[in-house]
């Protein structure tokens, strides 16, 4: 009886107040009275709360390098695709006397478009012509052609009277403009002075030029053309 009163004396705490206990906590190894276990708990929370409140890093991570751009492989030949160019064409364009051509746009008041309108600078009066040296006036020789109306006859009339009797054979717009205004019919040059020329050349085939001329002939088919306006009246 007095053994078993003597252990419960131990469990209540009455001994000797020394008791021997074995803790592992986080590799500690921990012995000793009830006062030094206390104050070794006290110490083992201090050091849990202050390994709570530092800070752990991560792991640094390293960055991911950067796609390379992909190489082409050797020796392989890049494919160019080659347009066709059209190469310009050279259009040989008969030189036109006229200086100034002013393009104009108008409304013809019909609906259907617009009309361009040409404004041509009148030919140079040629002041260093004397035509009393000629042989026979313009007028009479064109009295002997019959006086004819069409205006590209009178051109080639005036350019033959010019080779035979002012003995000058390549003839300008400005010889022709001249000519008229001298004999009286200026009123007769047309808005363009030099047209006639041109198709007396490359519609009649009466008229030639040579490249660089500034001035046009006549050739066979046109002297032959004047010979015959006499004979048919």
Do not use: C
Request: hydrophobic share 35%; proline share 6%.
């Amino acid at each position: 009886m007095a053994k078993k009163d003597e252990q419960k004396a131990k469990l209540n705490g009455n001994g000797s107040g020394k008791s021997r206990m074995k803790v592992f906590v986080a590799g500690f190894d921990m012995e000793g009275s009830d006062e030094t276990m206390a104050e070794g708990f006290k110490a083992i929370r201090e050091l849990a709360a202050s390994i709570s409140r530092s800070t752990i890093l991560p792991p640094a991570f390293a960055p991911k390098p950067a796609l390379a751009t992909p190489k082409p492989e050797a020796g392989a030949a890049a494919t160019v695709e080659e347009e066709e160019v059209e190469q310009p064409v050279q259009v040989e364009v008969e030189d036109v006397e006229v200086e100034d051509e002013t393009e104009e746009t108008a409304n013809d008041g019909n609906g259907s478009g617009a009309k361009r309108a040409y404004n041509f600078k009148p030919p140079k009066f040629m002041d260093d012509l004397d035509f009393s040296k000629a042989t026979k006036s313009l007028e009479d020789f064109m009295t002997e052609k019959g006086d004819p109306t069409d205006i590209l006859d009178k051109y080639l009339v005036t350019v033959v009277w010019f080779k035979d009797f002012m003995g000058i054979e390549e003839v300008t717009v400005h010889h022709v403009y001249t000519a008229f205004d001298h004999a009286g019919w200026k009123a007769q040059i047309p808005v363009n002075p030099s047209s006639p020329l041109r198709d007396l050349k490359g519609k009649r085939h009466m008229l030639t030029r040579e490249p660089g001329a500034e001035g046009y002939k006549a050739n066979f088919k046109g002297i032959q053309t004047v010979e015959k306006m006499g004979a048919t009246k």
